[in-house]
Structure formats: C-alpha cells, structure tokens
C-alpha cells in the first residue's frame, strides 16, 4: 500500500511538473507573439516613412529649383549688398564668443574647429544647429548660407521649401540653411519685413562680405545667388 502511495504520489508530481512547463511554454510563445506584433508594427512604421521619404525626394528631385518657394517677385528680396571683408585664417578659441557686427555674418573672425564630416548638413533645425562662429568658418570655405529667423516656424510652408532647396542642391553644392539665432549674437536683427538672408563671403583675392535680405524664401533667387557665387569664390575654396 506504502509503495502504491509513492507511486500515486510521483506521479501527481510528475503530472504538476509537466502542466508548469505547458504553462511556462504557453506565457513564453504569448510574449514572442506580443513581441512580434510590436516589431511588426514598428518596421511598418519605419518603412512607410522611408517610403514617403523617397517619394519625398523623387519630388524634390524631379522639380526644378526655381519653382521651389516663392517667386522671385514675391519675394521682396533686396539686391545683393557687398563691403569688404577680413577675418579670413583669424581663429578665435572656443568657447570665445564672436559679436558680429551684422545680422546674419558674411565673413569675421571664427572658431578653429570647422565643421566636418557628418557634422555638415544642408539643412540645420533650431535644434541641431553649430554654434554661429563655426558656420563663419565654413563661409571662408566657400559655403553659401541661407538664414531664417524665429519667425519662419518648423513645418510652415517656407520652412518646407527651404529643405526641399537644400535637398535639391546638396552636400556638393556648398549650400546650407541655418537658423539666425539673436540670443547667439548679439541680439542683432534683420532689416524690417526681412525674414531670410543669403549670405557669401567671396575670395581668395579682394575678399568681400555678401548678403541679400528677402520677405520669403525662393528657388529662383538662391538659384541666382549661387551661380553668382560659386563655392570656387572663397577665401579658402575647397576646404571641407
């Protein structure tokens, strides 16, 4: 009887051991499939945003840059003011706060530290910006620079033109878009009713300082300006 009561015994053990692990094994599969739903669900949200991503810039690609923004005549844009310029191979140690004299800079003094590599973008946010000191040395560089102020917003229309320029021209254009921001130097403001400036500081001989303040941004008119202004038209031409 003793011995029957052992056997009985093991085997309710036994049965109790095998019905934990089909319930281990149940919550283990119930995880992977929650798992699974998840990464699922976020390699679908990744891909449509690649997907729009690309149709995003075969748009870009496949529309001319002077359709991009405004008209030239919508514009409001000044003519191009030039003065001349020094501050070319004038590096100034970091953390050194540069206060330039015009809003946005054309050419001055700078940082050392130039930007480069992946620290080079055709478009900078509000939030990824280089300190202002930074982008006066890549003007030396031959870059060509497209300003806005705090009143063109993230996501307005200008804003979204803006990109698509920058898109449009690449990293081989020397073109980059850039906030001005006042707090970073100086205070200094725009002229009245200008939200957008181009700025070029052309070299090595004769160097000069050049800008053009416009109301919006447009294709037409940064088309214009760069073809007037070259990234061979620099104090250091070539550079990074």
């Known amino acids: 009887m003793a011995k029957q009561k052992n056997v009985d015994r093991k085997a309710r053990i ?14 283990t599969w119930g995880v992977l499939g929650v798992c699974g739903v998840v ?54 140690t970091p953390p050194t706060v540069i206060d330039y004299a015009t809003a946005p800079p054309a050419y001055g ?19 990824d910006v280089p300190e202002i000191e930074r982008l006066v040395h890549s003007l030396e560089h031959g870059h060509t620079i497209l300003w806005y102020d705090d009143t063109v917003k993230q996501g307005s229309a200008d804003y979204k033109a803006m990109q698509a320029m920058a898109t449009k021209l690449g990293l081989d254009s020397y073109f980059m878009v850039a906030p001005y921001i006042k707090a970073k130097d100086g205070n200094h403001s725009f002229p009245a009713g200008k939200h957008v400036a ?6 090595p001989d004769d160097q000069k300082g050049v800008w053009q303040y416009c109301a919006r941004p447009s294709g037409s008119v940064v088309q214009d ?16």
């Open 14 to 27: 036994e049965a109790m051991r095998r019905e934990q692990q089909r319930k281990e094994r149940l919550r």
């Open 39 to 92: 990464v699922v669900a976020l390699l679908s949200v990744v891909a449509v945003k690649l997907v729009k991503q690309h149709q995003e810039d075969e748009r870009i690609a496949g529309k001319p840059l002077a359709k991009m923004g405004v008209a030239a005549s919508a514009a409001s844009c000044s003519s191009p003011k030039t003065e001349d310029a020094s501050g070319s191979g004038q590096h100034v």
């Open 109 to 127: 003094k700078h940082w050392g530290n130039y930007l480069s590599g992946s620290e080079i973008k055709t478009f900078y946010s509000r939030q």
């Open 198 to 203: 181009l700025t070029h500081w052309t070299g």
């Open 225 to 240: 300006f760069v073809k007037k202004y070259p990234k061979t038209n620099a104090p250091e031409p070539g550079a990074a």
